[in-house]
C-alpha cells in the first residue's frame, strides 16, 4: 500500500516560515492531484491548498492564500508546501492527501472524503 510521509513541520514564532514536504513511498506513485489539509484541536480537518498535474493548476484556502505555496517534484514524488508569514491560528496538525483527477477543474476539493491516499501528518505549532 502507497504511504506518504510529512515532514518538517515544528514551532516557529508568528512571522516565521516553515516548509513541509510529502514524499510518495513508491517511485511508481501516479496520482496526479495532491492536497494539504489540517486540523488544529477540537476542529474538522480544513483543506488548505491542491496542485494537479505537477503545478499545472493550484487551489489555495483563502486564509493561507499569499502566505502558502504548494508546488511538486514530479521526480521526487515529493509535494512541498511553503508557509511564510504564519500566524498562530496555522497551528495545526498538516496532512497531505492524493487522489486521482481527470481534470486541473476536478483536482479541486475541500471534501477530505474525495481523497484516497493519507500521511501519517507532521505538526505545525506557531507561538505568538
Known amino acids: 500500500q502507497v504511504q506518504l510521509v510529512e515532514s518538517g513541520g515544528g514551532s516557529v514564532q508568528a512571522g516565521g516560515s516553515l516548509r513541509l514536504s510529502c514524499a510518495a513511498s513508491?517511485?511508481?506513485?501516479?496520482?496526479?492531484?495532491m492536497g494539504w489539509f489540517r486540523q488544529a484541536p477540537g476542529k474538522e480537518r480544513e483543506w488548505v491548498a491542491n496542485?494537479?498535474?505537477?503545478?499545472?493548476?493550484?487551489y489555495y484556502a483563502d486564509s493561507v492564500k499569499g502566505r502558502f505555496t504548494i508546488s511538486q517534484d514530479n521526480a521526487k514524488k515529493t509535494v512541498y508546501l511553503q508557509m511564510n508569514s504564519l500566524k498562530p491560528e496555522d497551528t495545526a496538525m498538516y496532512y497531505c492527501?492524493?487522489?486521482?483527477?481527470?481534470?486541473?477543474?476536478?483536482?479541486?476539493?475541500?471534501?477530505?472524503?474525495?481523497?484516497?491516499?493519507w500521511g501519517q501528518g507532521t505538526q505545525v505549532t506557531v507561538s505568538s
Open positions: 492527501a492524493g487522489r486521482s483527477a481527470a481534470r486541473a477543474y476536478f483536482c479541486y476539493s475541500t471534501n477530505q472524503y474525495d481523497y484516497n491516499d
Open positions: 496542485i494537479y498535474n505537477s503545478g499545472e493548476t493550484t
Open positions: 513508491e517511485y511508481t506513485y501516479s496520482r496526479n492531484c
